[in-house]
């Protein structure tokens, strides 16, 4: 990987910083619901922070992934169970997410030392692009929903809609395009950046608009 790839690479993950203070200064003002995704964004600082300072030491930090998937997957499906709280969906989600955490530790407890398998990026990708697919059905179907441009759940579920959409792809092919082109697989990683960027934005925007209080259930 060149240097104009990796610098755009460790630049691209430093923009975690802005959802991050954001989340910081309006965190008290959350409720209960909405401080998950507060608790992401700082996960997701520490966890870039850490996968970082390895890097540079030049040690893997490949064990920080599965970590990650369960916290960002766990605290995602959260959110969306108070979204859903009059919804019999809302009462799966819990099974769902402790099945998914089963598989998350089988799935590196049986992997190579040091191997980075794609298929729990995958696996997480299709239950949170199911997640927010049923959140668009809830407001089509309702017509409740107005001005949904001033939800903060509506540019939470298409930031994670686009990221999601793009990156279940990339991980599930990633091992294969790097079998068959370097080059590739280096864009390829270089538009996954890209997406996570873009994940960044709408996180920040989500933090921005969360009123004081919403009155969720957890």
Not at 65 to 73: A, D, G, H, T
Not at 167 to 193: A, C, D, E, G, K
Request: net charge positive; glycine share 2%; hydrophobic share 55%.
């Amino acid at each position: 990987m060149n240097s104009a790839f990796q610098t755009f690479l460790i630049y691209s993950s430093v923009v975690v910083i802005v959802p991050f203070l954001v989340a910081v200064i309006r965190f008290k003002k959350m409720d209960q619901a909405w401080r998950s995704l507060a608790l992401l964004i700082f996960f997701d600082f520490l966890v870039e922070a850490i996968g970082h300072i390895l890097y540079f030491l030049k040690i893997s930090n490949h064990f920080l992934w599965p970590i990650f998937i369960l916290i960002e997957f766990t605290l995602l499906a959260r959110i969306y169970k108070s979204e859903f709280k009059k919804m019999a969906i809302s009462r799966f989600i819990p099974i769902v997410t402790l099945l998914f955490i089963a598989y998350v530790i089988a799935d590196w407890l049986m992997a190579p030392n040091d191997d980075l398998s794609a298929l729990p990026h995958f696996t997480e990708g299709v239950l949170i692009l199911l997640l927010v697919l049923c959140y668009y059905y809830k407001n089509l179907s309702s017509f409740i929903e107005t001005q949904l441009e001033r939800q903060p759940m509506f540019w939470l579920s298409t930031g994670l809609f686009i990221y999601f959409s793009a990156n279940s792809v990339i991980f599930i092919f990633s091992n294969y395009i790097q079998m068959l082109s370097i080059n590739f697989f280096n864009l390829i990683w270089f538009t996954h950046s890209i997406f996570n960027i873009l994940l960044y934005i709408f996180y920040t925007l989500t933090v921005c608009l969360i009123p004081k209080k919403l009155n969720y259930n957890i």
